[in-house]
T-cell receptor, first 111, second 116 residues
Framework: AQSVTQPDIHITVSEGASLELRCNYSYGATPYLFWYVQSPGQGLQLLLKYFSGDTLVQGIKGFEAEFKRSQSSFNLRKPSVHWSDAAEYFCAVEDGNQFYFGTGTSLTVIP | GAVVSQHPSWVICKSGTSVKIECRSLDFQATTMFWYRQFPKQSLMLMATSNEGSKATYEQGVEKDKFLINHASLTLSTLTVTSAHPEDSSFYIC????????????FGEGSRLTVL
């Protein structure tokens, strides 16, 4: 069965610092990969997605993610974090039928 | 982009009552919608797949008599929590796929249910 692992439950970074959120997946073929952000009490907002092609994907709000097939990873990055980026981040895999979500990484941004 | 809307965004009810949550695709037709449940500080767990004009497909461990799903039209799916109890309190999120467009899955804003 497909699975998504986000090793970091909680990350704290200083405003202006760089950020990397890790995501590993288990899937037989190349899946469709997504990163979503969820603010408290809100639904999910798509940050970026990878279907095929260039393995470095640009998303909204200055985020990017890189698909590394050899590592089965799809890590999310941002060069300079803003206080408004504090939220819950979910990595997801789609196998053409269903979505599988990671357990999420909670991001705290300190001034 | 396509929009999926949920209503109500939050609801408080007494134990033993039933609550209906609506999920609408506003600018596209959705033959399939998905219902998720999210506990505090946890990920989304797929509850069921709602199919227009047919019975929903429930994930293992989800009580179909407890969580009634109806997908009567191409733009509306409803989740009814029957005889709600405090343990049913949760954040419920729906999603719908725009098959005729990009095929992307769009999520509703979520509905927070609190059962007293």
């Amino acid at each position: 069965a497909q699975s998504v692992t986000q090793p970091d439950i909680h990350i704290t970074v200083s405003e202006g610092a760089s950020l990397e959120l890790r995501c590993n997946y288990s899937y037989g073929a190349t899946p469709y990969l997504f990163w979503y952000v969820q603010s408290p009490g809100q639904g999910l907002q798509l940050l970026l997605k990878y279907f095929s092609g260039d393995t470095l994907v640009q998303g909204i709000k200055g985020f990017e993610a890189e698909f590394k097939r050899s590592q089965s990873s799809f890590n999310l990055r941002k060069p300079s974090v803003h206080w408004s980026d504090a939220a819950e981040y979910f990595c997801a895999v789609e196998d053409g039928n269903q979505f599988y979500f990671g357990t999420g990484t909670s991001l705290t941004v300190i001034p | 982009g396509a929009v999926v809307s949920q209503h109500p965004s939050w609801v408080i009810c007494k134990s033993g009552t039933s609550v209906k949550i609506e999920c609408r695709s506003l600018d596209f037709q959705a033959t399939t919608m998905f219902w998720y449940r999210q506990f505090p500080k946890q990920s989304l767990m797929l509850m069921a797949t709602s199919n227009e004009g047919s019975k929903a497909t429930y994930e293992q461990g989800v009580e179909k008599d407890k969580f009634l799903i109806n997908h009567a039209s191409l733009t509306l799916s409803t989740l009814t929590v029957t005889s709600a109890h405090p343990e049913d309190s949760s954040f419920y999120i729906c999603s719908a796929r725009d098959y005729r467009g990009t095929g992307e899955l769009f999520f509703g804003e979520g509905s927070r249910l609190t059962v007293l």
